[in-house]
Nanobody, 124 residues
Framework: QVRLVESGGGLVQAGGSLRLSCAAS????????MGWFRQAPGKEREFVAD????????LYAASVKDRFIISRDNAKNMVYLQMNSLKEEDTAVYYC?????????????????WGQGTQVTVSS
């Protein structure tokens, strides 16, 4: 079992930066790949980024590639999402999620555990 708690959301102007954090509980954290998803009002939850355990291979949605960076600190049971050059269309609730290696990367059903989400609002 893994419990996930996100933090770091808030209001930021377009072009600005935010760093989201996800604190995980559970001794097996380092065996899970971790992902970030987001959901804007009236839209489906969509994949943002993923990072494997061990080597830490990363994958990004095209819409955030080269602007967002996902990272993890297994010693602290933490996952981060550094968001730069934010745009209004990045406004959403951001969720942290955990998957086993067999879970399909980037697909919502591939992730077993989810946090409660943190709101990110980007103003013009």
């Amino acid at each position: 079992q893994v419990r996930l708690v996100e933090s770091g959301g808030g209001l930021v102007q377009a072009g600005g930066s935010l760093r989201l954090s996800c604190a995980a509980s559970g001794r097996t954290f380092s065996t899970y790949a971790m992902g970030w998803f987001r959901q804007a009002p009236g839209k489906e939850r969509e994949f943002v980024a993923d990072i494997t355990y061990g080597v830490g291979n990363t994958l990004y949605a095209a819409s955030v590639k080269d602007r967002f960076i996902i990272s993890r600190d297994n010693a602290k049971n933490m996952v981060y999402l550094q968001m730069n050059s934010l745009k209004e269309e990045d406004t959403a609730v951001y969720y942290c999620a955990a998957r086993l290696s067999a879970g399909v990367v980037g697909m919502r059903h591939g992730y077993l555990y989810w946090g409660q989400g943190t709101q990110v609002t980007v103003s013009s």
